[in-house]
């Protein structure tokens, strides 16, 4: 029966982590769309070095823009990220921390197998290698700095509840 618990929170950790590493990113974009509103023309939407936007593949194929009404989890969580004001007509988008979706969810099964392993040490490898892996892009675009860090830590923290609460309630 724990072999069963163990196998239902990794599930749970690595990906129900997935929509809630989507929400808190959602929180994040609406929090600084309103400071960006109060700060004025200065801090607008139409402002290119704002923000970095997701990239998503969108009907029209790649590069085109995405469909604002449509919810896509798969590349809104730690997914890859564009430098806005590089549409396909104006040049070649810059692509940054691909693979992050997947990534984030190998980072929520390796936090959640160190708690439940009783290796808690293992994490500050998870992090110390995913830093180092993303170090360069992160030095140069500071947004996307802010952005991998809300979504680790988001990440880590539901990694690490799920796997406390498998622990202490389910197994304890």
Known sequence: MNALWIALSLLTAGLVGWPVTALVFRLARTIDDKADAAAGPAGSADD???DVTVDRESPAGPG???DPGKSDPGNSVNGDITVPGTAPAEQPATRIL???AIIGVLERLA???????GQPVAIA???AIKGLGRFAEL????????RFIIGTLSSMLWAAGVAAFTKVVLLG
């Open 125 to 127: 490898y998870v992090v």
């Open 98 to 100: 691909r693979g992050g």
């Open 64 to 66: 085109s823009a995405p």
């Open 111 to 117: 936090v959640c197998l160190a708690i439940l392993t």
């Open 139 to 146: 030095k140069e675009t500071p947004v996307a700095a802010e």
């Open 48 to 50: 290119p070095s704002a």
